[in-house]
Structure formats: C-alpha cells, structure tokens
C-alpha cells in the first residue's frame, strides 16, 4: 500500500505545482497543454533533484527539492510552447475566446464525446460509399445510386446537427450545384420518422394524461420529420384541426455531442488557420449552438410564433395561431396550415412565382424596419404554399430581434449595397460595432470597397452575400458584430436562396433597394418643424443639464483643471501602464537574480539543517522567485503576439 500511497502524494502534488505555474504565469491555458507540461515538468525536476542528492533515491527531503524545482521547470515549460506557436495567433486565440479557465473533467469529458461521433460518422460515411478510397468493401448496389441521394441520406441518419447543416446548404443554390440542393430540400420534412409508441411517451409525459383525454384524433403517422421534431396532425376536443410538433427523444444528448464536435473542429481551425482565426469560427460555432439549443424549448417557439402571428395577422402571409394552453417544453400544438412546403412545390405549380417572392420579400424587409422582430431561418420548409395560392411561415424556433440603431445602420447596408458606396456601409458598421481607436477608417474603407467589387452582379448591383462575407473582413480590423447582426445576415443569405427556389433570378437585393430606399426616404420626410420639434423633444434632457455642464467646463478650464480624454489617449494611457509594469517587473525580476547570485557566493552567516548556509537557501529563493518574473513578462509579451 504504500507505494500506492506514494504515487497518489506525488500526482496530488504535481497537480498543485503544475496549477501554480500556470497560475504564476499570469495566462490561461487549455488542460491538455498544462498536463503535457506539468507532467514533463515534474519529470526534469525530479531528475535534477536526484542528480544533485548523488541520485540517492531515499535522501530525506527529495520530495520538497523536486516541488521547490518544478515549479519554474512547468513555467519554463508552458513559456516554450509559448515561444514556439505562430507568432500572434495564441493574441488571437486570447481574443476569440478559445483559452478558457482549466475545467480538466468537464474539458475531458467533452473531448471523449466527440471521438466516439466521429467514429460513428465514419461509419455512416463508409455505408453510403462517400469516402472514396476510405470507403474498404465496395457496396456495388450502393454505389449505383446517385451521390446526392447518399448525401442526404447520410445526413438523415447523422441527424440533429448534420440535418440542420444540410438544411442550410440546400439554399445554397449558388454554390452547389442544383441536383445536391433539391436532394438536400427533402431534409426539411424527410428526416426518419420517430415510432409512435415513442411519441405517446413524450406526449403522456408532458401533459400527465392519455393523449386520448387530450385530443378528440390523433394521427400516429406523421406529417413531417424533420431533425428536432416531428408534427402530426390532430383534431381537439372541440373539432378544430390542428398540427402537434413533439420533440425527437434523446435529441438533446444528440445535439449537445455534435456541438461539441464542431466546437472541437472550430477552435482547430481557430488556432490552426489564418482563415479561421479571420472568420472567428468559434464565436461563430458558438452561435449556432446557441441559437440550436433554443430551438429545444418549444415554448420560446410558441410564443415567437404567437407575436408573429399578431404581427402578421392582416397581411397576406399566413402565420398560424397557437395552442398556449398545450404547449410545453417538448411538445407545441399550433393552427393547421393546408399545403405544401416550398422545397416540395411542383415545378410546374399554377402560381404566381414572382409576385409571391416579392410579397415574402417585401413583407420580411417591412416587418423588419417597422418591428426589428424577423424569422431567423426562412429556408424553403419552413415557407408554406398554401391551397388559396398565399404563403405562410412555419417554425419560428429561431427568432431574431433588432433595436432601432441597428435598424437604421441595416438599412444603411441594404442601401450600401444597392449603389456599391462604402463609405455608407462603413458608417453603418460603426453605428453598431465597436471600432478601436487603432483600426484606420480609411483602411477600412478601402477593404469593404474591394469587397463591394468582389460582389458586383452582371446588373451592375452587389449581391446580398456580400454581407455574409462581411464578417471575416471585419474580423481583419478586430471588428464585431453583434450577434442579432450575424443571425441577420445569415437569414438574409438564407431568405435569398429560398428566393430563388420560389422564382428563380429573384434576389433581395433587387426589391430589398426600393424597400430600404423607401424606408429612409419616409424617415427623412415630413413638415421640417415638426421633424425638428421632435428632435429638441428627445433631447430636452440634455439640453436641460447643458448650462449647468457648460458652466462646470468653464470653472475648470479656469482653473488649468480641465482634461480632453479620448479613446485614443485612453489607449496610450493602458499602453504606457502596461509598459511601465512590465519593465518593473523586468527590472526586479533581474535584480533579485543578481543579488541572489551573489548571496549564493558568499560564506557567511549561520548554517541550517544539511550544512547549507541560511545565505545559499536565501539566494536560491530569491533567483527562483526572480525567474518566476521574468518568466511572467516572457509569457505575457508572447500573448500579446507582439513578438
């Protein structure tokens, strides 16, 4: 037992050493890279601590030499993976908020997860023949089927993440080719189907009793199956037809491991590429699982589509009324809506293509302006072709919302777009995001200028994924957007695909310039009295404290007390701090290595257990500690990627 006893002392004890390392640093650090080095740390301290007791092994207070010694060994360590990573990117990493606070078994857990998807991945891949020569059997009868359809299959049965990704590619007609897209279309309603004794579980343990005593009829086949949950159609107890969406079982724990595989693979990219730390992947995987997760509680989902309901309750575009009362957490009943989702609309359906793409669009953008409240994820299944021959929204699980600043800067874009004029869209990017002092606006200026004309169509107009693109040239500048402003380009990204599957050539930005033209010419227009009564009105506060203010200027300006603070000078200010504390440390970190160095030196003072003189013990501290930093500002300058 008591070599047992003793392994257990020494991992405790190279665990607390190698936390206070890293801790003495002053950076944070992921656990795998602090395991590598407290465990190679400990292994050079404990050789020298043997080599300098004459490698005698049972010499007392071996194990306190060894913790005194790999301490700055694990620093030492840490700092050299410091040194030797890609000059900037671990700044970068700080920033984008990959490094986090060491959470060893919640981290270990989350890493092991995702292995075990992988591999079931892999072997999904390899049964719909799509690895190439990875595949190992051939499967003759699989490979005769058209490449599309394994895809979507594949996809169908990955499910939960990998669905919601091939939802989104199927709007994607323009960078994809058209047979992928309308295969990856039956995604929207065509995920494989939920057992019905499985359903009735989830439906009888939502509401604590018999689905019977809650519905009049029930139809066990269901309508639609998509990837979180599937809708069946119904009839309550007062006759009126309605659609039931039940959550999938087991989806969470589903969604949850696949999020934390694309974690995985967006913090990868993040470290490893330059395009990865451009596009922020992270953050925008971090994104995506959020607004996944939300899709899980169906009552968010009731009531976004119960104030859409309300919103659009006199236009021509149908959203249907939900059940409260019924709906739970897993479980949401709403208005039956009769017809058929866009992705399933026949080619040669006897509608009006254009003027229903135009009425979306123009009922998007309107309700946008008016409300900032827009549906996150309009992609071709979530648009209803009704039996009148109108339209209608479904599936308002992804909501997003806008404030009245961020309304105006998005319709600045929208007209930025339209005439290609960057310096408009420059200033509704700085309405929104915050712009260090230090990013250049002509700089900037010149950067979404090239990214204007990388987007000119043959009309002469840019395309709506300009602003998609936005994104990772802002992240050049250290530049972000807010997260309702990402979700707003995706959906405009995604609302122009569905667009075009509607009528093909219709685009958002070709009515999206009249309908945000419009909107800013109505802003501006109006009796100038009244424009400029409304304006003194919102800014009576102000005008209000401004005597008081300005008379507290002038008493200071008399005085030789009054200061102009800029961000700028803000910045200068943290810079000149940083420095100075920096150097500080430095110069004491040096200082107590010389005078140790020479205390070490000297014979003199009284001696202390083992025959070391009390002034050899006081000069080995003091360089340890003045290692230690020195250390500090080493790591700290790597972090800042200025090295």
């Given at each position: 037992m008591e070599p047992l006893w003793n392994l257990f002392v020494m991992v405790v004890v190279a665990t607390v050493t190698t936390l206070l390392g890293s801790r003495l640093l002053g950076v944070r650090r992921g656990w795998l890279r602090q395991t590598i080095a407290g465990a190679l740390g400990w292994v050079i301290a404990l050789v020298i601590a043997v080599g300098l007791a004459n490698w005698d092994w049972s010499r007392d207070g071996l194990l306190a030499s060894t913790v005194v010694l790999a301490v700055p060994a694990t620093m030492a360590l840490m700092l050299l993976f410091d040194l030797v990573a890609r000059p900037g990117s671990l700044a970068?990493?700080?920033r984008a908020g990959f490094v986090e606070v060491p959470r060893p078994i919640a981290d270990l857990r989350g890493r092991v997860a995702p292995i075990a998807r992988y591999r079931e991945l892999l072997a999904i891949l390899r049964r719909h023949q799509l690895l190439g020569r990875l595949n190992g059997r051939v499967d003759p009868e699989e490979v005769g089927r058209p490449a599309e359809v394994r895809v979507r299959e594949a996809l169908e049965e990955a499910g939960g993440v990998y669905v919601k990704l091939g939802?989104?590619?199927a709007t994607r007609i323009d960078l994809l080719p058209a047979g992928l897209c309308e295969e990856l279309g039956r995604l929207q309603s065509r995920s494989a189907p939920v057992p019905?004794?499985?359903?009735?579980?989830?439906?009888?343990?939502?509401?604590?009793?018999?689905?019977?005593?809650?519905?009049?009829?029930?139809?066990?086949?269901?309508?639609?199956?998509?990837?979180?949950?599937?809708?069946?159609?119904?009839?309550?107890?007062?006759?009126?037809?309605?659609?039931?969406?039940?959550?999938r079982p087991g989806i969470e724990t589903t969604i949850e491991r696949d999020l934390a595989a694309l974690d995985q693979l967006a913090r990868l990219a993040e470290r490893r590429t330059a395009a990865g730390r451009d596009l922020r992947v992270s953050r925008l995987a971090t994104e995506f699982g959020r607004s996944l997760r939300s899709e899980l509680d169906f009552r968010d989902e009731a009531t976004a589509t119960a104030a859409m309901h309300e919103l659009l309750g006199e236009g021509p575009i149908t959203v249907p009324a939900v059940h409260r009362e019924l709906s739970t957490r897993r479980v949401m009943v709403q208005e039956r809506l009769v017809g058929v989702p866009l992705s399933e609309l026949a080619p040669d359906a006897d509608i009006d293509r254009e003027a229903l793409a135009r009425q979306l669009l123009t009922v998007t953008v309107e309700q946008l302006f008016?409300?900032?409240?827009?549906?996150?994820?309009?992609?071709?299944?979530?648009?209803?072709?009704?039996?009148?021959?109108?339209?209608?929204?479904?599936?308002?699980?992804?909501?997003?919302?806008?404030?009245?600043?961020?309304?105006q800067a998005v319709i600045d874009m929208l007209i930025a777009l339209t005439r290609g004029d960057a310096a408009l869209l420059r200033d509704g990017v700085e309405r929104v995001a915050d712009v260090g002092a230090h990013v250049s606006r002509d700089r900037l200026e010149r950067a979404l200028a090239r990214l204007l004309a990388e987007h000119v169509g043959p009309s002469g107009t840019v395309d709506v994924h300009a602003l998609a693109d936005l994104i990772p040239v802002l992240g050049e500048f250290e530049i972000s957007l807010p997260g309702d402003l990402v979700v707003l380009m995706r959906a405009l990204v995604t609302l122009d695909g569905t667009l075009g599957v509607l009528s093909p050539g219709f685009s958002v930005v070709s009515v999206g310039r009249e309908l945000a033209q419009r909107e800013s010419e109505d802003r501006a227009a109006g009796d100038p009295q009244e424009i400029l009564m409304a304006a003194l009105?919102?800014?009576?506060?102000?005008?209000?404290?401004?005597?008081?203010?300005?008379?507290?200027?002038?008493?200071?300006a008399s005085r030789g007390s009054l200061q102009v603070r800029t961000v700028a000078s803000e910045d200068e200010s943290r810079f000149t701090r940083t420095m100075w504390n920096r150097t500080l440390l430095a110069g004491i970190g040096v200082g107590l290595g010389l005078v140790s160095v020479l205390l070490m030196g000297l014979e003199i003072g009284p001696r202390v257990g083992g025959g070391a003189r009390l002034v050899t013990l006081l000069g080995v501290g003091g360089l340890g500690l003045g290692a230690i930093l020195l250390m500090r500002v080493v790591a700290a300058v790597v972090r800042d990627g200025t090295v």
């Open positions: 970068q990493g700080d939802q989104i590619a019905a004794s499985e359903v009735r579980t989830v439906l009888e343990q939502q509401y604590g009793k018999r689905v019977e005593e809650v519905f009049a009829r029930f139809d066990w086949s269901p309508l639609a199956a998509a990837s979180i949950g599937q809708t069946h159609t119904a009839a309550l107890t007062g006759g009126e037809e309605v659609v039931v969406k039940v959550q008016q409300v900032g409240i827009f549906h996150a994820d309009p992609h071709p299944g979530n648009v209803m072709v009704l039996e009148d021959g109108s339209l209608g929204l479904i599936d308002f699980g992804a909501v997003g919302r806008l404030d009245s600043i961020q309304i009105i919102s800014d009576l506060p102000v005008l209000r404290r401004l005597p008081a203010d300005l008379g507290r200027t002038l008493a200071l």
